[in-house]
Structure formats: structure tokens, C-alpha cells
């Protein structure tokens, strides 16, 4: 079955950059899209087709995808951004949605 | 604006079924393909299946194939899970989401989920 694996944690202070990576095999090859998900709230879209925004998510939020790796990077991260993020693929050859592993971003 | 409003919580007996529904509001069931995903306690998030509006048809994921059933009443735009024979490893908060205008890699909006536990 195909994989998207992601980092358990990443740290951010205020106003810096994060970034999440998201590796699957020739993940470059499909379409990834990114969810943050809250405590106690349901999921998000954040970014879908490998970078667009859906309407009312900041532009502090971008993606890329490339090779085996799909990548968020939240810039000028904000308290409020301090969330589980998930990356997801649709994968063909098994006729599957695939999400990955989930990464818990804290804002210190 | 499209709107999932799902069921209320439930509790059940291991071995038993239940049957989760979601209301669509602001567009109608057959202009949304809806899909269903499973989250345990503080774990990640696990899709079980969905319509495939280019096949037509729903398709599931191969571990709840068998196990799980999804189905449409577009008289009245709600979506039903009904997931059966259930074990404690299936206590879990489900979502029920869809595509939206045609974009089919990624789901656009989200219900409020519906917590189901399993215990005897």
C-alpha cells in the first residue's frame, strides 16, 4: 500500500518560518494537498493541488511538491497556527486517498 | 455555501452496526461526491471510502471492504456510513467530507464528526 510519512513534530517561534515535509514514493507525480486540524475541531484545507490556497486560508500558507516530497511551509507563523497537519494523495494505483502520518506544529 | 451536518454520538456493543448520516445543505447530494474518514483517539486520519464521480460508482478502502456501507437518499441530500460488526478498535471520531466544483484530489469541506465508541 502506498505511504506518505511525515515528521511527528516540528517547533516554530513566532514570526518564523515552518515548514513540513510530506515523502512518498514519486509523490511529485500526483497531486498533494495539506489539512490543519485543532484540538477538538474537524480538519481543514489548507492547500490543495500541490500549492493553491481555497478561499480564506492566509497566503502565509504555501506548498510544493517535487520528486518524493510534498512540502508546507507556513510563513510568519502565528500562535494560531499551532496545529496537527496532515498531507493527503490520491494514490492510482490503488484507488485510494492516502494521508500521511500527521505532523504536530508548535509555536513556542 | 455547502454545509455537513452530521449525527449525534453514539454507543455501541462490540459486534454490533451503526449507521452515521450527513446532511448536505446549500447544494444538493448530487453535486458533491462524499466521502467518509475514521480518526481514533489521538491518532491520524484513516479514509474509508467515497463516491467516484468519474467511475460512478462508491469505492472502499480495502481494510473496511466487506465491513462498510455507504449510501445516498438525494430526496432528502443525506449521506449514511453504516459500519458493522463493530470492535473496540473501531471507537473513533468519523468525518464525513467531500470534493468540491470538480476537484477531486483533495476534500474541500468537513462535517462536524460524529464520535462512535465501542465498549461492552
Known amino acids: 500500500s502506498y505511504e506518505l510519512t511525515q515528521p511527528p513534530s516540528v517547533s516554530v517561534s513566532p514570526g518564523q518560518t515552518a515548514s513540513i515535509t510530506c515523502s512518498g514514493d514519486?509523490?511529485?507525480?500526483?497531486?498533494a494537498c495539506w489539512y490543519q486540524q485543532k484540538p477538538g475541531q474537524s480538519p481543514v484545507l489548507v492547500i490543495f493541488?500541490?500549492?493553491k490556497r481555497p478561499s480564506g486560508i492566509p497566503e502565509r500558507f504555501s506548498g510544493s511538491n517535487s520528486g518524493n516530497t510534498a512540502t508546507l511551509t507556513i510563513s510568519g507563523t502565528q500562535a494560531m497556527d499551532e496545529a496537527d497537519y496532515y498531507c493527503?494523495?490520491?494514490?492510482?494505483?490503488?484507488?485510494?486517498?492516502?494521508f500521511g502520518t500527521g505532523t504536530k506544529v508548535t509555536v513556542l | 455555501q455547502v454545509q455537513l451536518v452530521q449525527s449525534g454520538a453514539e454507543v455501541k456493543k462490540p459486534g454490533a452496526s451503526v449507521k452515521v448520516s450527513c446532511k448536505v445543505s446549500?447544494?444538493?447530494?448530487?453535486?458533491?461526491?462524499i466521502h467518509w474518514v475514521r480518526q481514533a483517539p489521538g491518532k491520524g486520519l484513516e479514509w474509508m471510502g467515497g463516491?467516484?464521480?468519474?467511475?460512478?460508482?462508491?469505492i472502499y478502502a480495502q481494510k473496511f471492504q466487506g465491513r462498510v456501507t455507504m449510501t445516498e437518499d438525494t430526496s432528502t441530500d443525506t449521506a449514511y456510513m453504516e459500519l458493522r460488526i463493530l470492535r473496540s478498535e473501531d471507537t473513533a471520531m468519523f468525518y464525513c467530507?467531500?470534493?468540491?466544483?470538480?476537484?477531486?484530489?483533495?476534500?474541500?469541506?468537513w462535517g462536524q464528526g460524529t464520535m462512535v465508541t465501542v465498549s461492552s
Open positions: 493541488q500541490d500549492s
Open positions: 446549500g447544494y444538493t447530494l448530487t453535486e458533491l461526491s
Open positions: 467530507t467531500t470534493h468540491f466544483q470538480g476537484e477531486t484530489d483533495a476534500f474541500h469541506i
Open positions: 514519486k509523490l511529485g507525480d500526483k497531486y
Open positions: 493527503q494523495a490520491w494514490d492510482s494505483s490503488t484507488d485510494s486517498y492516502v
Open positions: 463516491f467516484d464521480p468519474e467511475g460512478g460508482e462508491t
